[in-house]
């Protein structure tokens, strides 16, 4: 009923840039923040930056004056603008929504901490 669909990963050198898109689907009223964490191989999730509906953002010291994360309410869609990559940027980034309201059928429902399935940056040297 809810899908958060991430996009925009590849393979990008050092000092290059990519746009992450993450796209939430379904009867969606409202969603207070939106978010980016990575996973690099071996590690553990942490975050990128997130951002609430009114526009609030915060970012991972490791990532600040390099990533922007932006959002577009009306279109349920959250972005994260990657500049001067660097070869430890390399990750699966996920996309996550925090408080999603939609409707399932008549029903106001709400997820809590929903995850997409996560898109592949590769910073090469």
């Known amino acids: 009923q809810v899908q958060l669909v991430e996009s925009g990963g590849g393979l990008v050198q050092a000092g290059g840039s990519l746009r992450l898109s993450c796209a939430a689907s379904?009867?969606?009223?409202?969603?207070?923040?939106m978010g980016w964490y990575r996973q690099a191989p071996g590690k553990q999730r942490e975050l990128v930056a997130t951002i609430t509906s009114g526009g609030s953002t915060n970012y991972a010291d490791s990532v600040k004056g390099r990533f922007t994360i932006s959002r577009d309410n009306a279109k349920n869609t959250v972005y994260l603008q990657m500049d001067s990559l660097k070869p430890e940027d390399t990750a699966v980034y996920y996309c996550?929504?925090?408080?999603?309201?939609?409707?399932?059928?008549?029903?106001?429902?709400?997820?809590?901490?929903?995850w997409g399935q996560g898109t592949q940056v590769t910073v090469s040297s």
């Open positions: 996550n929504g925090d408080h999603i309201y939609y409707y399932s059928g008549y029903v106001l429902s709400l997820k809590y901490d929903y």
């Open positions: 379904g009867s969606i009223v409202r969603i207070n923040a």
